[in-house]
């Protein structure tokens, strides 16, 4: 019983330090030269993108994701990247790393740019 409180605890710190990560990253001067860098939305925005442009299901993407890697999802977030619109997943694997990988906003599957995940296997 003590293992399982133990592991919540884990699993919910780690969801706190993602959560609050976003907080702490502030863009660097001179951010206009460097490659292309996602710039995520507010719930609000995400929402009101989500309904115009008939974006997938963040959900159903973060859940599918999840059982291809055999992760615990933790969050979605819709972010631009370049002229696209993509899904940065975040997702906790059993041997305790978090991972995030970028799914198609329009397509729900892997982003090629996306390291970790092969978007050919099924």
């Known amino acids: 019983m003590r293992a399982a409180g133990a592991c ?3 699993a ?3 969801a706190a330090l993602v959560a609050t990560s976003a907080f702490l990253r ?5 951010a206009e030269d460097a490659p292309a860098r996602l710039q995520c939305f507010t719930m609000a925005q995400a929402r009101s993108k989500m309904e115009a442009q008939k974006l997938a299901d963040p959900f159903r993407c973060m859940r599918d994701i999840a059982l291809r890697l055999q992760a615990e999802p933790l969050g ?3 972010c631009q990247l370049g ?7 975040s997702l906790l694997r059993r041997d305790g790393h978090i991972v995030k990988i970028l799914v198609d906003a329009f397509s729900g599957r892997p982003h090629s740019s996306s390291l970790g995940v092969d978007a050919t296997d099924n």
């Not at 002229?83 to 997943?89: N, R, V």
């Open 8 to 10: 919540w605890r884990r």
């Open 12 to 14: 919910l710190t780690v």
């Open 83 to 89: 002229e696209g619109l993509i899904y940065e997943i």
């Open 26 to 30: 502030a863009p660097a001067a001179g």
């Open 76 to 78: 979605a977030r819709l």
